[in-house]
């Protein structure tokens, strides 16, 4: 169980939130996303750029790293804030996926070298999934072979979040019966990367080959199973807050909607069909964003619940992310689904984020394993 004061944002934390909510409000307006999405532009890396500027991505980084010796309260807040505007960076992959399982390493040369880069804008990607689609380390067919201090890399990471634009890849391979995490910079010419098609225009996924590209381990020999995991309960509980604070900015959006759409010379919130709609996206949001927040201050205070908060943090927002942005379609009377309504990005970002990092029957099966039930 964690601290009951940490549940609660700080004055300091509050300012964070005003400060990203503004400068995302100012850059990142959804009416960008469709253009970008028209013109098949990717992320916007100068809004990246000056958000590093501002030391968010270094937010988590001890301070010996040249980072701001935050936890994930911290990031928690920027997540939900990322979530209403639909950031289209490399954010997550970033800040929520590379930076804690190099921490988690503890390999002092490779945090040492890379934490400071990316605390300074360097973009990095973790390299998990192949075929089966599965965050399992124990089916990887990636293959490290030995060459001289370093290593080559020879296989296929099917989906890699950010996996084109990223500077610093951290790849799982095999050797031999082992599963290492080895770190790949993104200009080796072994390396190969190929843009996907995703459902969430506010994504960016790639197909990464890697045809004995060079690569160092990171941590021991067989230390994939347990950084993933780590990285892994990160990625889950900053996308949940990301997912908080989706469902909060359809609920904003609706409301407005039902308090100046007229039926029958009435508001149409003034309805019982669509006032309990409402309400229910309140509740929704609501145990959202304290799911979400419960499961970042398990992690930042190491607490021995926090896989489990992530899971459940996980399994509830994705869940409840999806039903509100379906409810905020119906809402709108159906014209949220055309491609000039901002509620269908919102849609395709609920429904993409629901399996990005597994599905909510995966998140109460491991939730059941780590409980031995």
Same mark, same amino acid.
């Given at each position: #169980?964690?601290?009951?004061?940490?549940?609660?944002?700080?004055?300091?934390?509050?300012?964070?939130?005003?400060?990203?909510?503004?400068?995302?409000?100012?850059?990142?307006?959804?009416?960008?996303?469709?253009?970008?999405?028209?013109? %098949?532009? %990717?992320?916007?890396?100068?809004? +990246?750029?000056a958000l590093c500027e501002l030391?968010?991505?270094? !937010?988590?980084?001890?301070?010996?790293?040249?980072?701001?010796?935050?936890?994930?309260?911290?990031?928690?807040?920027?997540?939900?804030?990322?979530?209403?505007? !639909?950031?289209?960076? /490399?954010?997550?992959?970033?800040?929520? @996926?590379?930076?804690?399982?190099?921490?988690?390493?503890?390999?002092?040369?490779? &945090?040492?070298?890379?934490?400071?880069?990316?605390?300074? %804008?360097?973009?990095?990607?973790?390299?998990?999934?192949?075929?089966?689609?599965? +965050? $399992?380390?124990?089916?990887?067919?990636?293959?490290?072979? /030995?060459?001289?201090?370093? +290593?080559?890399?020879?296989?296929?990471? $099917?989906?890699?979040?950010?996996?084109?634009?990223?500077?610093?890849?951290?790849?799982?391979?095999?050797?031999?019966?082992?599963?290492?995490?080895?770190?790949?910079?993104?200009?080796?010419?072994?390396?190969?990367?190929?843009?996907?098609?995703?459902?969430?225009?506010?994504?960016?996924?790639?197909?990464?080959?890697?045809?004995?590209a060079s690569a160092r381990r990171? %941590?021991? /020999?067989?230390?994939?199973?347990?950084?993933?995991?780590?990285?892994?309960?990160?990625?889950?509980?900053?996308?949940?807050?990301?997912?908080?604070?989706? #469902?909060?900015? &359809?609920?904003?959006? &609706?409301?407005?909607?039902?308090?100046?759409?007229?039926?029958?010379?009435?508001?149409?919130?003034?309805?019982?069909?669509?006032?309990?709609?409402?309400?229910? @996206?309140?509740?929704?949001?609501?145990?959202?964003?304290?799911?979400?927040?419960?499961?970042?201050?398990?992690?930042?205070?190491?607490?021995?619940?926090?896989?489990?908060?992530?899971?459940?943090?996980?399994?509830?927002?994705?869940?409840?992310?999806?039903?509100?942005?379906?409810?905020?379609?119906?809402?709108?009377?159906?014209?949220?689904?055309? +491609?000039?309504?901002?509620?269908?990005?919102?849609?395709?970002?609920?429904?993409?984020?629901?399996?990005?990092?597994?599905?909510?029957?995966?998140?109460?099966?491991?939730?059941?394993?780590?409980?031995?039930?």
């Open positions: #169980m964690v601290a009951s004061a940490a549940l609660a944002q700080t004055d300091e934390q509050r300012e964070l939130r005003d400060s990203v909510r503004r400068i995302l409000r100012d850059k990142a307006p959804l009416a960008n996303l469709r253009e970008r999405a028209d013109g %098949g532009g %990717g992320p916007d890396l100068e809004l +990246w750029r030391g968010l991505a270094a !937010l988590q980084i001890p301070e010996k790293y040249e980072g701001l010796g935050q936890t994930a309260l911290e990031t928690n807040v920027v997540f939900e804030e990322m979530g209403r505007a !639909l950031y289209h960076g /490399p954010y997550l992959s970033t800040v929520a @996926m590379v930076i804690p399982a190099l921490l988690r390493s503890e390999d002092e040369r490779a &945090c040492a070298e890379i934490l400071p880069e990316l605390g300074a %804008g360097t973009i990095g990607a973790l390299a998990v999934l192949e075929a089966d689609g599965s +965050w $399992s380390t124990l089916a990887a067919s990636t293959q490290a072979k /030995p060459d001289g201090d370093g +290593w080559r890399l020879i296989g296929t990471k $099917s989906v890699v979040l950010d996996g084109a634009q990223a500077d610093v890849l951290l790849v799982t391979a095999r050797a031999g019966e082992d599963v290492g995490l080895y770190l790949v910079r993104g200009d080796e010419p072994e390396l190969t990367r190929t843009e996907l098609e995703s459902l969430d225009l506010a994504r960016s996924l790639a197909r990464i080959r890697l045809d004995g990171v %941590g021991g /020999p067989d230390s994939a199973p347990e950084l993933v995991a780590h990285a892994l309960n990160h990625t889950l509980v900053a996308l949940a807050a990301e997912q908080a604070g989706g #469902m909060t900015a &359809c609920l904003e959006m &609706c409301t407005e909607y039902a308090s100046t759409r007229q039926q029958f010379g009435r508001p149409i919130g003034s309805y019982q069909a669509i006032a309990h709609k409402l309400v229910d @996206m309140l509740h929704r949001a609501e145990f959202g964003r304290s799911t979400a927040r419960y499961a970042a201050a398990a992690l930042a205070e190491g607490s021995a619940d926090a896989a489990e908060a992530a899971r459940v943090a996980a399994a509830y927002c994705g869940d409840a992310f999806r039903w509100v942005t379906v409810e905020t379609v119906q809402t709108h009377g159906g014209i949220g689904f055309t +491609w000039e309504h901002d509620a269908h990005l919102y849609y395709r970002r609920a429904w993409s984020a629901q399996h990005l990092f597994g599905s909510a029957d995966e998140h109460y099966l491991a939730l059941a394993d780590h409980l031995g039930l």
